[in-house]
């Protein structure tokens, strides 16, 4: 594990604000040199704590107004079943994320749509022909709070 101090902390907090912020302004920002900020951005990039710079794109700006949350739990399982759902459920595009749980259910999915109609057409169309799929529970997204920065 990379050692982590105030100014790594400070660092990553001011990109988590602004992920096209350079290095002479990250460093300007916390009266650092430019090429101190430098090295310790490489540093906690190399190291893995810096996973790249996201972009959030507003879905509903996007004609995507319904999120649903689908919990799946698989018919039959094996090493076999698991890689055959995940390889389908990661082709669909409308499936976000994709998340191997440990719970009542086997999965979580993060899907958008862009209305009911839409979510449903996805599900019987696209999930639930799924190889394995058994039980599936959905939840819609009513509001969603975002916290930004770093943990």
Same mark, same amino acid.
């Given at each position: 594990m990379t050692e982590i101090d105030d100014t790594d902390r400070a660092i990553l907090r001011a990109l988590a604000a602004d992920a096209y912020a350079n290095a002479g302004e990250v460093g300007r920002a916390l009266g650092i040199s430019q090429p101190n900020a430098w090295r310790r951005i490489k540093r906690l990039s190399d190291a893995g704590v810096i996973d790249g710079a996201h972009v959030p794109a507003d879905r509903a700006g996007l004609g995507f107004g319904v999120t649903v949350f689908l919990g799946i739990k698989l018919a039959t399982k094996g090493a076999t079943r698991l890689e055959e759902f #995940?390889?389908? @459920?990661?082709?669909i595009? #409308?499936?976000? @994320?994709?998340?191997?749980?440990?719970g009542l259910f086997d999965y979580r999915l993060r899907v958008v749509a862009r209305d009911i109609a839409d979510f449903e057409r996805v599900l019987r169309r696209r999930i639930m022909v799924l190889p394995a799929v058994g039980q599936v529970e959905a939840n819609v997204l009513l509001t969603e709070e975002r916290r930004d920065g770093p943990i």
């Open positions: #995940e390889r389908a @459920v990661i082709a595009p #409308e499936v976000q @994320v994709v998340q191997h749980v440990l």
